[in-house]
């Protein structure tokens, strides 16, 4: 467990749309189910969710078997991996573990799905999400605003960074030229970067070329504690998390360096991923209740958690790069899992770290810590579907 000493509770212009537009939750799911706060998720029997309930506990039979070879239990791996660490993170994990829902109900479970542990890249959809919160409360007025517009502590002052929007970042093309917390976007260096090092090139124009770059999301999550003035992990809680019933084990760590000044008041930054340690910790039901919030268009209940405007914005693929949206990814052309529909996206991290949202089947994957492609997962549940 991480050392409670340095854990951190957790406390428009639209781009031109190729993905089928989202049917509204009250015309395809006016009755929908919405598990309570705590354990008491209702389950549903395969069969009763239109399953061959047989080819269903073989694809979880399946999914069993994968436990990641990426990441080893103990993290001993980390640095070699990712390059030296600014955070803390965990002496051990849970071995691979998931949850299917269909119709909001759970059809399948396994492995220690309750258990709190480093996601990874998954904490960027979240991230996403908070945006898209900022932007349908008015904090931010305009996906395409520059962030200099809002944020004026020099990370933008720059010809470089200056014309660096919202959705620059939240697409991964910002090209934000600069150092955050002791690591610089160029990712040059193998101490600083491990495996990933990556060699000089020159910067492109804002907007203009793709890299999925940790820093970079960094400077995204600083931005945006700008924006809110508080903490992100309290912000998370508030408007994210706690409306959808989350458990409490989860956290938002940040790094012990990670403090920027707000407003007179010392207030930790977190992170995009774990990359470097800390990051976002927390278990794969929560992340199910997250999933499931996506697949219905933002609402929980009768609270509109975030707007469907901004659900399908997120999921919509830009100009630049691959099958990308706002730190979602997608599987509209280039086809990352080829057995599932091209409407389907995820929040992916190290590890493997799964979350899949199908809003054509109704269904949400959470699968943690497994080998390779959750495409191999994907086209059993949906080869158990019953036609």
């Known amino acids: 467990m991480l050392p409670k000493s340095i854990l951190l509770l957790v406390l ?11 049917t509204s939750i009250s015309t395809a799911h006016p009755g ?3 598990p309570p706060s705590g354990d008491a998720w209702q389950r ?6 239109g399953f061959d309930s047989v080819r269903l506990a ?27 660490l600014l955070g803390p993170i965990p002496s051990s994990r849970a071995a691979t573990n998931g949850i299917i829902l269909r119709h909001g109900y759970i059809v399948a479970e396994w492995g220690d799905t309750k258990r709190a542990d480093p996601t990874y890249s998954v904490a960027k959809s979240f991230l996403s999400t908070i945006l898209g919160i900022s932007i349908d409360r008015g904090r931010i007025k305009n996906i395409h605003d520059p962030v200099a517009t809002y944020v004026q502590d020099g990370g933008y002052e720059s010809a470089q960074n200056r014309p660096i929007t919202w959705e620059y970042h939240a697409r991964q093309t910002s090209e934000w030229e600069g150092e955050l917390w002791g690591k610089n976007a160029n990712f040059i260096g193998h101490e600083a970067f491990g495996r990933g090092e990556r060699k000089p090139r020159a910067l492109q124009a804002p907007g203009s070329y793709y890299e999925y770059n940790d820093v970079r999301i960094n400077r995204l999550a600083l931005s945006l504690l700008r924006v809110w003035e508080r903490p992100l992990p309290e ?22 360096n990670a403090i920027a000044t707000v407003r007179g008041k010392m207030m930790p930054s977190v992170s995009g991923g774990t990359r470097w340690g800390g990051g976002l910790v927390i278990n794969a039901r929560d992340e199910a209740r997250f999933g499931y919030l996506m697949l219905r268009q933002g609402r929980w209940g009768r609270r509109q958690v975030v707007s469907p405007a901004w659900i399908q914005q997120a999921t919509t693929p830009g100009p630049v790069g691959p099958d990308y949206g706002y730190l979602w990814w997608l599987n509209t052309t280039r086809k990352a ?25 109704d ?16 086209k059993r549940v949906l080869g158990a579907l019953k036609a």
């Not at 428009?12 to 989202?22: E, G, L, S």
């Not at 549903?44 to 969710?49: E, M, R, S, T």
């Not at 080893?72 to 791996?77: E, V």
């Open 12 to 22: 428009p212009a639209f781009v031109a749309c190729t993905r089928p537009a989202p």
């Open 337 to 361: 899992w080829p057995d599932a529909p091209a409407t389907s996206y995820a929040a992916l991290g190290a590890g493997q770290n799964t979350i899949w949202v199908d809003p054509e089947h």
């Open 44 to 49: 549903q029997a395969p069969a009763v969710a």
């Open 58 to 84: 073989d694809a979880v039979a399946f999914a069993k078997t994968q436990e990641t070879t990426q990441m080893a239990p103990d993290f001993s791996t980390q640095e070699e991996i990712f390059g030296k």
């Open 363 to 378: 269904l949400v994957i959470v699968w943690r810590w497994h080998n390779g492609s959750p495409n191999e997962l994907i």
């Open 32 to 34: 929908a189910y919405f």
């Open 235 to 256: 912000v998370l809680k508030k408007e994210v998390l706690d409306p959808i019933g989350a458990s409490t084990s989860w956290q938002w760590v940040s790094y012990p």
